[in-house]
């Protein structure tokens, strides 16, 4: 007897199709789409993405398919795994190559094993794999467009949900589609795929879909085709028609058929759903029967080699016995084994086990997969199951170790903790572990750690402390646990207590060299800034004399910004810094941490080019390593582009900005975000607001919230909105520590905001006092040193105070020009800015000209639309001809640098400042102050001029006070005043009056 032939033809969906393919149509196109996908189990989940792939694939789709299984939640990326091993197969299909060519992605391959420089384990190596499976298929989408589903979510591991929301949140401009099915029946109040959903369903990018139950003449249609595949009713169900059948399924596809094939067995129909797919099980012989327990035990799949000796069977009654179960469809066949046509028939049959023959069933299982060399977590599921103790501690502690590796640290914590819970019940159980229960307890809190639960990591560790008087053991769980507290940002004091105790009695030892790293590290958070250094270079002496290399260069490290912070020698910090860079520690974060604060602190003392250079190098060890999303890895990355920001080569900035995506839901992905604005908001890209709503949310965080808001400050001073520049700033200032060098940047643009309101008085005097307090004042008193960078914001703030009070000459802006002239191009034209409008009042319009043409040269190099439009407009007030209008800037090449109108390459610090090229200029403008305006707000203007109130110039042009209003605070920014007695002076200047306004234009 041979299957019978499945159903062809996808009925009463044609809706919820047409969704999904928009979806596909999408990532197609060019921009990445997620579609969830939910129902109830048999609904039809299935069905429609096998629907979904078929379509996909005959579009030139590369379709990559994985399964989660019910002891998913064990197996770390089960899902991904299976679906890579059916792509990898294919030698000739673009997956393969993508996957093999990263160590990452082939430790999820059968037989694959890590070298030692592939061995890292917990956060860090989540984190390598996420950018690996990020970075295959941006790969594969390069040359064919992709569908990756992930079949009942439902199911998944916490590592793979954390995979998914990465992708859903990083891919913008991929040709991916990602496709995930659900049960929605399944999903209980505390299930853990519930808060994973809203928090999806909230971005743009993913649509959701639920598939309804089918309507009574879809489900009619659907027996009908049933019957025509020689599936549908038989002998006395076919007598008394299929209404009884539509009535019971409810809409339910599977159901349906379930009860259809019931009905053409037996004259009643069964009462219960376990019954219904019970079934067909009955009808089977008992060999088939026993051959389809069997396989129950094993899960939603089994292979065919397993099933066999699992049974005991010949192959001659195995094979048999499997012919029946496929004909009846119970079982579908694959190339190496057998899966269960759908989860509920598998469940079904497994719960009508009895509790003997199930345990007895476990246990062969575990046997039979030991011999195997099964996965350690499958072997750990079945022998808990068989109630086998010490082969589930053994499988358990392996299970927790190969996780760790695979970068699934949920999964570890849980297969540790699980070892845990048997242990005292276990005869010898720290030889079938391989190490003791301290060992093993230290293994779940580090994985718990970097899961990112560090108080439940803390919690461990503190438990264990009181369960050890070992010295060694002491040391090393106080040294663990005041590192997770600094990392959760917990009790400070604990965490210096721990610290302090670890140093105490730690032998002479590497062990030693990083307790008293850990001490620095701790000490260095609250301040303590003279013992963090002695404690820091003791911690250096140990590890050289220990050779614990990443004691050693987090001692480099902590040195170096304790010197930055507090010494007087920046000299000397580099020196540290090169010297942990000089040699690998052993320990990659470490390594690109030291990278990131070597090119840092170069960047904020104007070695730009250096800067970049150790950028570059860091980013490339970043991603040669599959660490590109690291936490160093995503920090060398927006200094990167905070180098190019400000040496001008904004379409590298650009570029990078790319990467750093908009729609974000953590902390680290809205830090990254918040950079890219500083281009967006310079070149006036539209893209700045829908970025600015979606760090909204995280403005309760201080680094963001200073990145963001800074950067809405300023855009609202470009579209003329001072107020809601000065409401960004003031809350920025409520936050920051007082010491905070990032307090004069801000202060700078809240006093830009005040000149523009025209105010003086306390509000000015408040933020140049902080500026300047910022400026000389650190945490433990006075300042040794100020960067260059911090050195030109306190000259813009101080021009910027005198702006606002009218007493700012050329010489102050020229000093805050000058300060930007170590290389930060745009600071520096902004600055030149006010310079030529200083110049202009006090009547040197040659100088005025000549620096007000170098800031519209760079402006327009730069692409840096709003501060190019403001240039022209004081152009046009003063009379001056735009330099770009007859000679649109050039993009830059690498043979031909653009620098700043009137410098020499070698004019900033010695490098060359190359200018990103910005699109072509507009043309020149007409002359005169008003050249801005419409024609309806120079009729508006020329009765504000004549004294007209809204109401009565609303009355002579024919439109709602309301609108005049909008026209009226339209000029006011056009013009550059802030009240309706300094427009109309403007107007009477340019000879504007009503009767030259006549008319009711629109």
């Known amino acids: 007897m041979v299957a019978r032939t499945p159903q062809r033809v996808l009925i009463g969906r044609s809706a919820e199709l047409d969704r999904l393919l928009g979806v596909l149509d999408s990532a197609a196109a060019g921009l990445a789409g997620v579609a969830l996908v939910g129902g109830d189990a048999g609904i039809g989940k299935t069905r429609i993405v096998t ?26 990326y089960l899902p991904l795994a299976d679906a890579l091993r059916g792509a990898a197969a294919d030698d000739d299909g673009p997956v393969g190559p993508a996957v093999t060519a990263r160590p990452a992605l082939r430790r999820l391959l059968p037989g694959d094993e890590a070298g030692p420089a592939e061995a890292t384990t917990g956060g860090l190596a989540q984190q390598r794999l996420f950018g690996s499976v990020l970075d295959m298929l941006s790969e594969v989408a390069g040359r064919q467009p992709v ?131 019970l079934a067909r099980v009955e009808t089977l012989s008992d060999t088939a029967r026993q051959v389809l327990r069997v396989a129950a035990v094993a899960g939603r799949r089994v292979g065919h080699d397993l099933l066999r000796d699992a049974t005991g069977l010949g192959d001659l009654p195995l094979e048999d ?49 030991a011999e195997r060399g099964g996965a350690p977590a499958e072997l750990a599921h079945h022998h808990l199951a068989g109630h086998d103790l010490p082969g589930a501690l053994r499988a358990s502690v392996e299970a927790g170790r190969m996780a760790a590796g695979l970068g699934a640290p949920a999964e570890a914590h849980r297969h540790f903790g699980r070892a845990l819970e048997v242990w005292d019940q276990v005869p010898e159980a720290e030889r079938l572990a391989g190490e003791s229960r301290a060992r093993i307890a230290l293994a779940g809190a580090a994985a718990a750690a970097a899961a990112g639960d560090y108080h439940r990591a803390a919690e461990q560790v503190r438990r264990l402390r009181h369960e050890t008087d070992d010295p060694a053991l002491i040391a090393e769980t106080g040294e663990r646990l005041s590192y997770y507290l600094a ?85 000397h910090a580099v020196d540290l810094l090169a010297r942990a860079t000089r040699r690998p520690s052993g320990d990659l974060s470490i390594d690109l941490r030291a990278r990131f604060n070597l090119a840092r602190i170069h960047y904020e003392n104007g070695a730009l080019a250096v800067a970049a250079r ?8 970043a991603g040669e390593t599959g660490l590109t999303w690291s936490t160093f890895g995503t920090d060398l990355r927006f200094l990167n582009y905070l180098v190019h920001y400000a040496d001008g080569d904004w379409n590298a900035a650009e570029r990078l900005a790319g990467g750093f995506g908009v729609r974000v839901g953590t902390r680290a992905e809205a830090q990254l975000s918040s950079f890219a604005l500083f281009v967006e908001v310079g070149r006036g890209r539209p893209g700045a607001d829908e970025r600015l709503r979606w760090l909204s949310r995280f403005w309760s965080d201080d680094l963001i919230s200073y990145m963001a808001r800074g950067m809405a400050a300023e855009q609202a001073l470009w579209r003329g909105d001072p107020h809601a520049a000065l409401d960004h700033v003031n809350a920025i200032v409520a936050v920051l520590e ?64 005198h702006r606002a009070n009218g007493t700012a000459d050329p010489e102050v802006w020229r000093r805050a020009t000058e300060a930007f002239g170590f290389g930060f191009v745009y600071e520096e034209a902004r600055s030149r800015w006010r310079l030529a409008e200083c110049l202009l009042r006090a009547g040197d319009r040659a100088a005025a000209r000549a620096e007000w043409e170098r800031a519209v040269r760079v402006a327009s190099a730069l692409g840096a639309r709003p501060f190019l439009e403001t240039l022209r407009e004081v152009g046009a007030r003063a009379g001056f001809s735009d330099p770009t209008a007859t000679a649109p800037a050039a993009t830059p090449t690498a043979t031909s640098p653009v620098t700043p109108a009137g410098t020499s390459p070698a004019a900033h610090s010695g490098d060359a400042q190359e200018i990103a090229a910005g699109e072509p200029p507009e043309a020149a403008r007409e002359p005169g102050r008003l050249a801005a305006l419409t024609a309806r707000e120079r009729e508006v203007l020329a009765h504000v001029a004549a004294g007209l109130a809204n109401r009565e110039i609303g009355e002579r042009l024919f439109i709602s006070q309301k609108t005049v209003s909008v026209h009226v605070s339209n000029i006011l920014a056009k013009l550059g005043v802030t009240s309706r007695t300094q427009a109309a002076a403007v107007a009477h200047q340019e000879g504007l009056s009503p009767g030259a306004a006549d008319g009711n234009t629109v």
């Open 51 to 76: 629907e979904l792939c078929d379509l996909a694939q005959r579009r030139g789709f590369v379709t990559l398919t994985g399964q989660c299984a019910e002891l998913g939640d064990a197996l770390p």
């Open 147 to 277: 569908l990756f589903v992930f079949e009942d979510l439902h199911w998944a591991d916490r590592s793979t949900r954390d995979l998914l929301v990465f992708l859903t949140r990083m891919l913008q401009r991929e040709r991916v589609c990602l496709v995930g099915t659900y049960r929605t029946d399944d999903l209980h109040r505390r299930h853990p795929l519930r808060p994973v959903l809203a928090e999806l369903r909230r971005l743009p990018l993913v649509t959701s879909v639920e598939l309804p139950p089918l309507g009574d003449d879809d489900m009619a249609e659907y027996l009908a085709v049933l019957d025509r595949y020689g599936e549908g009713p038989a002998g006395p169900m076919a007598e008394r028609g299929l209404t009884t059948v539509i009535e019971r399924a409810g809409g339910n596809p599977f159901f349906a058929e379930e009860l259809l094939a019931a009905g053409a067995e037996r004259a009643r129909l069964p009462g219960t759903l376990a019954d219904l797919l």
């Open 321 to 369: 016995a499997l012919r029946e179960i496929v004909s009846q469809r119970l079982l579908t066949a694959g190339s190496d084994g057998y899966t269960f046509r759908h989860a509920l028939l598998q469940e079904a049959v497994y719960d009508d086990l009895l509790p003997g023959e199930r345990t007895r069933l476990h246990t062969a299982f575990a046997a039979l997969l």
């Open 487 to 571: 990392d959760a940002g917990g009790d400070e004091a604990e965490a210096i207590e721990a610290a302090r105790e670890a140093v105490d009695v730690a032998p002479h030892s590497p062990l030693l060299a990083r307790a008293l790293a850990t001490y620095a590290r701790a000490l260095f958070r609250q301040y303590h800034d003279k013992e963090a250094a002695a404690t820091a270079a003791k911690a250096l002496e140990v590890a050289e004399a220990t050779g614990a290399r990443d004691a050693e260069a987090s001692a480099l490290v902590s040195l170096a910004l304790l010197e930055e912070e507090f010494g007087t020698s920046v000299e």
């Open 614 to 621: 150790i950028t570059e190098d860091g980013v490339r060890l």
């Open 738 to 801: 007082p010491f905070d060098p990032s307090l004069i940047r801000i202060a700078a643009t809240g006093l830009w905001a005040l000149a523009d309101l025209g105010l003086t008085g306390e509000a000015c005097d408040d933020l140049l006092r902080r500026a300047r307090w910022a400026a000389e004042n650190g945490p433990n008193g006075p300042r040794s040193r100020l960067g260059p960078e911090g050195v030109a914001w306190l000259a813009r703030a101080e021009a910027e105070w």
